[in-house]
């Protein structure tokens, strides 16, 4: 199981920086989501479905790598990444699409050592599998949590966490699924326990991924918990 890296995006959100996408066929990438309830809808109660990734245009983008990877092998790996990321790159973002969980810790450390050593600062990654088969990624990947009080737990346990919040949308978001949800005009967040929630300062502030770095699992202690609007 590979990633797919690229050296640069178009992302406004992330910035021009290299992104990696799990696996080289959907089979992969469908393995590494296996049993995340954002996948597909429940047919029973109508919870889940709806993840970004596998509606949005990224699922396109992926195919296209892949069928592409299969000619140009050397194109696709994070060393090519590395070296022909644009100059201001300062992260990567690894699994764009589908879940590190998969991977081996080891594996996950010699993506954080080789980004270092290529003299970025660091790298985004996250994990929806956290609690489960994505538990030996501690340390090395953001939980990636539904509830507020999941990121507590998270917390608890020794993680830093990313978490959605459910009760407004980030300023500009304009999918029709959201017509219906308050825009973010300034509301501050804690946790059940009563940790504060540092909002995504790409969703409300004039910052990128690029230029942030909060959400880089090995960094910023200081800060546990981010939160992501909806959007």
């Known amino acids: 199981m590979s990633m797919l890296w690229r050296p640069t995006s178009g992302n406004a959100k992330t910035g021009n920086i290299p992104q990696g996408y799990v696996g080289y066929t959907k089979e992969e990438t469908e393995a590494s989501c296996a049993g995340c309830k954002w996948r597909r809808k429940d047919p029973e109660t109508g919870e889940g479905g709806g993840c970004y990734y596998w509606q949005g245009q990224t699922q396109g983008a992926h195919q ?77 990947t953001m939980a990636s949590c539904d509830t507020l009080a999941q990121a507590d737990k998270a917390v608890d346990s020794g993680w830093r966490a990313a978490v959605t919040i459910t009760s407004h949308k980030a300023p500009g978001a304009r999918k029709p699924q959201l017509r219906n949800t308050p825009e973010w005009s300034g509301q501050e967040y804690t946790t059940p326990k009563g940790r504060q929630i540092v909002l995504c300062p790409a969703q409300v502030g004039r910052r990128d991924c690029n230029t942030c770095g909060l959400c880089d699992p090995t960094t910023h202690n200081r800060v546990p918990i981010i939160g992501f609007l909806q959007h």
């Open 64 to 140: 296209s790598m892949r069928v592409r990877a299969r000619r140009h092998p050397d194109e696709y790996t994070l060393e090519y990444a590395l070296k022909n990321a644009h100059r201001a790159a300062r992260y990567i973002r690894a699994a764009v699409g589908g879940d590190p969980n998969i991977y081996s810790r080891r594996t996950i450390q010699e993506w954080h050592d080789k980004a270092k050593a290529a003299g970025m600062k660091g790298m985004l990654i996250y994990n929806h599998f956290f609690e489960s088969k994505g538990k030996h990624l501690k340390g090395l």
